[in-house]
């Protein structure tokens, strides 16, 4: 893997692991360790590179409960905001309750592009959440039992809610609001990134994951 060529010693390495684990940026890195910043920013790209490998390498198939949902990434521009709005870039993303979030970015939102990727990711006869979002009446014909949730209205049924899909999304803006702007060619690295960094836990556990897989 690309770690292993990296000209730097295996300490160094293994500080710019954990830098990165604490989502420490490339710059302030390079700074505390005497570092070229481009230099980090290469490290950091590669162990991205190692982290969509890896989610590859480890891909299964959701069941279940499972929750779905489409977000849209971009820089800040007026007008239409959300679905619909130019220029943002569309990510969909299926998380099994109690389980692993996996994120697509996709070309659109539409029932078309969306249950191709839901008919691959997930077990048929799964239970599938879902906002009112029109695309997803797909699911009320399919080999897959739906529950649409309304959030303009009020209800009491605990299982009936998307509320895990949602709180990923919220950890993975965050992540990513910090580096303001990403180039829309890397956006890919970034997003499974924030993939990564809900799946495996803590920064400690993230870190033992990244050892194991660079071999440090």
């Not at 592009?113 to 006869?125: A, G, S, Y």
């Not at 956006?187 to 803590?202: A, D, M, P, T, Y």
Request: hydrophobic share 40%; proline share 3%.
């Amino acid at each position: 893997m690309g770690l292993k060529r990296c000209k730097l010693s295996r300490k160094t390495q293994l500080r710019l692991l954990e830098f990165f684990v604490l989502e420490v940026t490339a710059r302030s890195a390079a700074d505390v360790l005497g570092l070229q910043a481009n230099t980090v920013a290469l490290f950091y790209r590669k162990v991205r590179e190692l982290i969509v490998e890896q989610a590859a390498a480890n891909e299964e198939l959701l069941g279940g409960e499972v929750e779905v949902k489409e977000s849209y990434f971009g820089g800040v521009r007026k007008g239409k905001r959300g679905r619909g709005a130019l220029g943002k870039v569309p990510v969909f993303s299926l998380l099994k309750r109690r389980g692993k979030v996996f994120v697509i970015p996709i070309s659109d939102a539409k029932a078309t592009t969306l249950m191709p990727i839901i008919r691959k990711i997930i077990q048929p006869d799964s239970i599938v959440y879902t906002d009112t979002f029109g695309s997803y009446s797909a699911l009320d014909v399919s080999e897959f039992h739906h529950s649409r949730i309304n959030h303009s209205k009020l209800f009491a049924d605990k299982q009936n809610h998307i509320n895990g899909i949602e709180n990923f999304w919220n950890q993975a803006k965050r992540v990513l609001r910090k580096y303001n702007g990403i180039p829309r060619q890397n956006f890919f690295l970034f997003i499974k990134e924030c993939e990564f960094r809900f799946n495996h836990g803590s920064p400690k556990q993230q870190l033992k994951t990244l050892r194991g897989w660079a071999n440090l």
